[in-house]
Every structure is written in C-alpha cells, then in structure tokens.
DNA sequence: GCCAACGTTGGC
DNA sequence: GCCAACGTTGGC
C-alpha cells in the first residue's frame, strides 16, 4: 500500500532543479525525532513525496519525488567537518536516519501555500497547521488534490510519471 | 525583520 | 518529572 509524504527543503539549500538534476538524493540533515521516526519505521520505496519549498518566495510545493530507499543511518551524524554532525551519534547508536528519494517530477510553478490553505479538502493538511514539521504524512485524498492543483497549472505537467 | 509555534535543554 | 528559558523554524 502506497504512502504518502511531504518533505522540506530550503531551495537555496537543496531544490527540486538540484534533485532533478541529481536524480535522487540522500535525505540528510534531519534533526527532529517526529521525522526520524517517518523516516526510520515507515516510508517505504515507491512512498509519494510532495516536494516542498520552505523559506522561499514563494513557499509552497515545487514538485514530486519518490522514495528509493527506506531508512538507514544519516552518515553526516557521524562526520565531524558535517555540518549536521551530533556527537551524541555512534555507529552503534546511529541516532539519525535518512531516506532517499528519486525525483520525479518539476512542477511548471510552485504550488504556493496560500493555494492550499484556501484548496476544499486540505484544511487539516499538516503543512498549513504544523508547519515546522520537515518530514510528515499525507493522506491519499491530499494528494489527490495537490495534484489536481498540479493539474490546473498554466503549463500542464506531464503525466504518467507516476 | 518580526513574531508565533514549538522542540529542546537544564535547573530544581 | 516539571517547567521556564532558550533556540530554531518558517510564514508573512
């Protein structure tokens, strides 16, 4: 059974032009236990990613991506000149985990947030409602619509990709 | 740049 | 184990 996901990303960080262009990617870097946890015990390879956008002109969702390895320990935890380095994290306590994820689609346009807090069907979406969360659960019937949104851009994405 | 939300830390 | 202080995230 198929699951649903939506992960951040500060573009200027790492974007959905930089996961296109790489193909896919080690998800790095997360450092909250409710992500981790999605990351470690639940997503699964074929997983759906809505692509987000965070702290970005505007914010919203800029594309799709899809899991291509379930949870194994974040290598960056472990590395001193890392950025994301923990001291806490051993080999045998990894402490951190990381998916990663296959792009799949670039939107023509982001998906701002402000389209999806006014979309019907979206109003207990996570995002909208619990915004610091990197790492979280989409229902079925939230991707329906955010593709649907998808859908209704200018410049119609192609389908079939998924 | 501001500020609300909220996760983490640390004193007790 | 509680909770105040603090730091970070992220929309606006």
Redesign the pocket.
């Known amino acids: 059974m198929p699951r649903y996901w939506l992960m ?1 990303s ?1 573009p200027g960080t790492y974007s959905i032009a930089d996961l296109e262009r790489d193909g896919s990617t080690g998800w790095e870097g997360v450092r ?3 992500a981790r946890n999605f990351m470690r015990d639940i997503m699964q390879p074929g997983d759906g990613v809505l692509f987000y956008h ?3 002109e505007p ?1 919203g969702v800029a594309g799709l991506a899809r899991i291509a390895r379930a949870g194994y320990p974040d290598p960056t935890a472990l590395d001193p000149r890392s950025p994301y380095f923990d001291p806490k994290a051993t080999d045998q306590e990894p402490r951190w985990y990381q998916v990663d994820i296959a792009f799949e689609q670039r939107f023509p346009e982001i998906i701002p ?2 389209t999806l ?1 006014e979309a019907p069907g979206l109003e207990a979406m996570l ?1 909208i ?6 790492v979280q659960p989409v229902t079925p019937e939230e991707w329906e619509i955010v593709l649907e949104l998808a859908n209704q851009l200018p410049f119609r994405a192609p389908s079939g990709t998924v």
């Open positions: 951040k500060e909250n236990y409710q965070s702290s970005a914010p947030i402000a807090r995002v409602n619990r915004s610091r969360l990197s």
